[in-house]
């Protein structure tokens, strides 16, 4: 039986050579530096920081039928993570579960919060 998984990377686990492990981007030190930033500004952080903001999020599937292929959920944040967005909609009573991969693009009726901090200190735009 052939396993493909022995030899696999999977996200977060340490890169070998030889006996010393090398970082991946998962598990990357805070103190890097580099001449360009080490961006960690991922789309599931910016809907965290607006958390409890009404939103239009526009999706689109595509092995869906035709008149399915796309959508849009209106709804408050009410939860975001890596792989997945949570709304609810105050007037249907619904909730609804989005995997980030259908996602196009997201639309707010107000400004987004947006913290600067996801670009390291010790980078220098010069």
Sequence with gaps: MNNNYNNAIFPGSP????????PNQQNMPPAYTSDMPFE???????LRLNKGKKVNVFASFADAAPEYKSKTFSGIIEQS?????ILSNPTTGKWTLIL???VDYVEFDEKINYNPEFVPNNWKND
């Design 15 to 22: 890169l070998y050579t030889g006996n010393n492990p090398s």
């Design 40 to 46: 960690q500004s991922y789309v599931e952080n910016i």
């Design 81 to 85: 993570g890596r792989d997945h967005l």
């Design 100 to 102: 980030m991969i259908y």
